[in-house]
């Protein structure tokens, strides 16, 4: 990852702290995507013990997450405070979950002692994706499902070119290829990856209505390149005449490429080992899925 790219951990901490009050108004796709997420469930036969929702922001996958398996134990982790602390006001009498502060990539959480990894659009805010699949193949029971999505190259490549344009510095994130993803999960020893892709186009009325949104879930710019002063009123006209070329039917369009992907923690049994060393997850355990690779 060139240096220019890599994220500032602290400043997304602040960002998503502070905007734990106003992510649900503007989180339309985070929210979409979770629905999605969540409804991909129904496709894998799991009767969980214990759930984690990693980068669980305000709580809304971890509620749905308690409703769909009541008798199991969720846990929202999240790297933001504010963001735990919105969500433990969502808690209500009959869906109560625990909470915990935590990065990604290092989990407080025991090794083998989660059912499912459930993650949806955080992955892109870590440097590092091996080191988040491996602690997640960690805590995970053999057996046990990670479910999560992530952003793709083509997100926000619009507001990318525009920038460009401006002052060519960097001003939004670089995101990791679905099939560099794959990989990765194999690298971390998780097994069966399946990965699709999905692309949203969101409209705008102006390209400052999509920057008002993105701060307002907490997607500022944390890249090391990013510009350490405030960007000039040049520049920032520039980036608007530029992103207007786009401009269609009136509207401003904003594309985002979502990922969706799981794994699983192989079973350490070795009758179910296979030959060429696969490991194989018991058909009991697996539903019908779609999937392509």
Same mark, same amino acid.
């Given at each position: 990852?060139?240096?220019?790219?890599?994220?500032?951990?602290?400043?997304?901490?602040?960002?998503?702290?502070?905007?734990?009050?106003?992510?649900?108004?503007?989180?339309?796709?985070?929210?979409?995507?979770?629905?999605?997420?969540?409804?991909?469930?129904?496709?894998? +036969?799991?009767?969980?013990?214990?759930? =984690?929702?990693?980068?669980?922001?305000? @709580?809304?996958? /971890? $509620?749905?997450?308690? *409703? #769909?398996?009541?008798?199991?134990?969720?846990?929202?982790?999240?790297?933001?405070?504010?963001?735990?602390?919105?969500?433990?006001?969502?808690?209500?009498?009959?869906?109560?979950?625990?909470?915990?502060?935590?990065?990604?990539?290092?989990?407080?959480?025991?090794?083998?002692?989660?059912?499912?990894?459930?993650?949806?659009?955080?992955?892109?805010?870590?440097?590092?994706?091996?080191?988040?699949?491996?602690?997640?193949? +960690?805590?995970?029971?053999?057996?046990? =499902?990670?479910?999560?999505?992530?952003? @793709?190259?083509? /997100? $926000?490549?619009?507001? *990318? #070119?525009?920038?460009?344009?401006?002052?060519?510095?960097?001003?939004?994130?670089?995101?990791?290829?679905?099939?560099?993803?794959?990989?990765?999960?194999?690298?971390?020893?998780?097994?069966?990856?399946?990965?699709?892709?999905?692309?949203?186009?969101?409209?705008?009325?102006?390209?400052?209505?999509?920057?008002?949104?993105?701060?307002?879930?907490?997607?500022?710019?944390?890249?090391?390149?990013?510009?350490?002063?405030?960007?000039?009123?040049?520049?920032?006209?520039?980036?608007?005449?530029?992103?207007?070329?786009?401009?269609?039917?009136?509207?401003?369009?904003?594309?985002?490429?979502?990922?969706?992907?799981?794994?699983?923690?192989?079973?350490?049994?070795?009758?179910?080992?296979?030959?060429?060393?696969?490991?194989?997850?018991?058909?009991?355990?697996?539903?019908?899925?779609?999937?392509?690779?």
């Amino acid at each position: 990852m060139s240096d220019d790219f890599r994220i500032d951990a602290a400043r997304v901490r602040r960002s998503f702290g502070r905007a734990a009050t106003t992510y649900d108004a503007a989180a339309v796709l985070q929210a979409r995507v979770r629905a999605e997420l969540l409804e991909r469930l129904d496709l894998v +036969r799991l009767q969980p013990t214990l759930v =984690l929702d990693l980068g669980a922001g305000p @709580g809304q996958a /971890t $509620l749905e997450l308690k *409703r #769909r398996y009541r008798s199991s134990q969720v846990v929202a982790l999240d790297l933001a405070e504010g963001m735990l602390r919105e969500a433990r006001r969502r808690q209500t009498l009959l869906r109560r979950f625990q909470r915990v502060c935590a990065d990604a990539a290092a989990l407080p959480v025991r090794d083998g002692i989660a059912d499912l990894v459930f993650s949806n659009l955080m992955l892109q805010w870590c440097n590092e994706p091996d080191a988040v699949f491996r602690e997640c193949r +960690r805590v995970l029971k053999p057996g046990g =499902l990670l479910t999560f999505t992530t952003f @793709g190259p083509d /997100t $926000l490549a619009e507001l *990318r #070119r525009a920038w460009a344009a401006a002052d060519g510095r960097t001003h939004v994130n670089r995101f990791i290829d679905m099939h560099d993803l794959g990989d990765a999960l194999l690298r971390a020893g998780l097994a069966e990856p399946v990965m699709d892709v999905e692309r949203f186009t969101l409209t705008y009325a102006e390209v400052r209505d999509l920057m008002r949104d993105l701060q307002a879930i907490g997607a500022r710019n944390a890249n090391a390149g990013r510009p350490k002063a405030l960007t000039g009123k040049r520049a920032l006209a520039t980036m608007v005449a530029a992103y207007e070329t786009l401009r269609r039917d009136g509207r401003l369009p904003a594309t985002f490429e979502v990922v969706y992907g799981q794994a699983w923690r192989p079973i350490a049994d070795p009758t179910r080992v296979a030959e060429g060393g696969e490991v194989t997850v018991p058909f009991s355990r697996i539903g019908r899925r779609n999937s392509s690779t």
